[in-house]
């Protein structure tokens, strides 16, 4: 159990570590776990809405992605053109001592080829974990939301992720709290 002990304090690192992407916004926060939350959230939407697909697949996917940041950290585009990241080395020294570091391995591989089903959807609820960011803080006044909104919509790549984007980007991010609104 001191192996599971241990991938659960690796996890939680995820909570500690802000995703490093939003220095070019110049407002707005996130951690990795936060997005990966959110990211899991849409996946669980996308496989009721997509009764062919392996919904365990696609949020385990979400959950399990960007776990190897836990030891890299998160690097933007610009640092990554800088730096190089052995994602393999930290996902076998992360696996090495668990039972089913295989299912983590295989899951983070799936999505990073992005080749099936799951991982071209997965990959999707990532970039619409942005969009969501972005159009908050384009509705609270941020001025830098405009310009990354369609290079990040650009990336979807499953008709499942653009009709998402698109009611995103219909719907102002508080309306659900509005809606119905009564004192």
């Known amino acids: 159990m001191k192996c599971i002990a241990n991938l659960f304090f ?15 916004l110049g407002s707005g926060r996130e951690s990795i776990a936060e997005h990966c939350f959110t990211m899991a959230f849409i996946c ?36 990554k053109k800088y ?18 570091g295989k299912d983590i391995k295989s899951l983070i591989e799936e999505f990073n080829l992005g080749e099936t089903r799951e991982a071209k959807l997965a990959k999707d609820a990532d970039q619409l974990s942005f969009v969501l960011e972005l159009k ?15 290079l990040v919509i650009g990336r979807l790549q499953t008709q499942t992720g653009r009709q ?6 219909e719907t102002q991010w508080d ?6 609104y009564s004192e």
Do not use: C
């Open 10 to 24: 690796e996890m939680r690192m995820l909570k500690d570590i802000a995703r490093s992407g939003y220095a070019f």
């Open 83 to 100: 730096t190089k990241v052995d994602e393999a080395k930290a996902i076998s020294h992360l696996i090495k001592p668990l039972a089913f």
């Open 44 to 79: 669980f939407v996308m496989s009721k809405m997509d009764g062919d697909i392996d919904g365990e697949k696609l949020m385990a996917m979400a959950l399990l992605h960007d776990l190897p940041e836990a030891r890299t950290g998160d690097l933007n585009y610009v640092q």
């Open 136 to 150: 908050k803080l384009e509705d609270t006044g941020g001025s830098s939301p405009e310009r990354w909104l369609p």
């Open 175 to 180: 309306e659900w709290w509005t809606n119905d």
């Open 164 to 169: 998402m984007a698109q009611s995103i980007m």
